[in-house]
């Protein structure tokens, strides 16, 4: 089937020298305002360089951002009760854990912490749900997954919307800005955070993000930390790697995580999502040491089991958004965004699911229980991957998901040391809403959408992980179509 294609903010392609001179200021302009990440070639603590963007806000048509901004508070409210189900958790997990031994891991901690005897019920969610459009299907938007630990490039995108504003004036096309939506998820994703803190109530305590040995993604995870400090000049940020905490974090008599003599209000990981962020037992015992404190964590452990594959594939079985959603309007919109999802354990549709995905793979996605990106199998993989694991337990820590088409768009993408001006590609885009929110099993204190990120790949590749270099921020241009 031949791809449908939305229009572009102005007529393309752009005669080269307008393009080139265009792409040197649009360039300065991300530099100097923090559109950036680290060189993982030459990584120095002392330079950046751009990060992958493109030139042109990509089109989006406006009654499905309108519906995924919308939904945002509702699927928030979903994955919180989710969390919380503790027999829903367990069942949806059970097959996977026996073959999936980081998933396992994490599951231990959420067992331990709970006959233990939970220290904070308090949660913080920072969520991102995330969309493509799936062009047969009139560009509705399915759900790509939904994240919620972790979850970037709220910063970053939120300084887009200017640069689009600037690329587009200099392109004699400033009448366009009316199309942009303001992004304010930087504002909104730190506001989650001060109010996490003021609930905490310990004036002396402190903020802990957990990051990465190494942080790439750095101006994304900057930008919260000035923004806060810009907002509250009282509340103090530290930045710990999951070793650094094994070394230096305590639990006092009030089961209160202490550094550096002062308490942890909140814990904000933008790290501890993949295998490799836990390198030897001491992440793993200082993961604990965080749960079993009294910090308000994001997220906390079982808000991080709700946010695997396995369970947005649960929640798409007959019969288990009923459990969540109340019947009407709002359960038919939820299930509206759901793809298809199918489960590969050991039984009869497990079954016709792999009869399925080996007679038709490029019909579909197989998924581990992983974030991060690059872990997915599409196409010729999926079929070889299931011929293999058929037979196996395996199999259980895989989701399969029905391959989401969308449509085509062309544009520049804008990538550090690659030739000006840069070619007219076909893309595709991908779109984020984020969430905050903040409750405990029995109460709800606060629930909002606060703002959207978009990335935009190349059409012809699977994938478009920005910090994996693969994809390019971007930031919608509503159409009324
Ligand atoms: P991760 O947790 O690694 O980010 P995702 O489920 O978001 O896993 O998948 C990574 C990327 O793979 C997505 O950003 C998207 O580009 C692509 N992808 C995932 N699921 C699908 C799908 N069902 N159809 C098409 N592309 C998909
Ligand atoms: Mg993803």
Partial sequence: MSQSRLASCI???????????????????ALMHGVGMRDKAHFSKDTIQIAPFVLLPSPFPRTEFTKAVDLQPVLNELMHKVSHDDEFLEK???????VDDFTAKLYNIWIKVREEGITQSLSLGLFRSDYLM???????????????????????????????????RQLGHGELIKNMPENRALSGLCSGIIEAYDMFGVPSAVVLFVVEEVSYNICDQRFHEFEISEKRPDIMIYRKTLNEIHEEAELNDKKQLVIEGR????VYYRSGYEPAQYPSQKEWDARLRVERSSAIKCPSIHYQLAGTKKVQQALAAPGALERFVAEGELRARVRDIFTGLYSLDFDDSGERAVEMAIADAERFVLKPQR?????????????????????SRERAAYILMERILPPLISGYVVR?????????CDLVSELGIFGVIIGSKEKIYSNRQVGHMLRTKLADANEGGVAAGLGALDSPYLLDL
Avoid at 416 to 424: D, I, K, T
């Fill in 11 to 29: 007529p393309l392609p752009l005669d080269n020298k307008a393009l080139s001179n265009v792409v040197e200021k649009a360039k300065d302009w």
């Fill in 92 to 98: 949806t997990l059970q097959n996977a854990l026996e």
């Fill in 134 to 168: 799936q062009q047969p299907d009139s560009n509705r938007i399915k759900q790509v997954e939904f994240n919620t630990v972790a979850a970037s490039f709220g910063a970053i995108t939120s300084y887009l919307p200017t640069m689009f504003r600037y690329i587009l």
């Fill in 263 to 266: 308490p942890v209000a909140v």
């Fill in 371 to 391: 974030e991060g990106g690059g872990n997915n199998l599409y196409g010729a993989d999926v079929k070889e991957a299931l011929l293999r694991m058929r037979h």
């Fill in 416 to 424: 550090p040391n690659a030739a000006v001006p840069p070619s007219l």
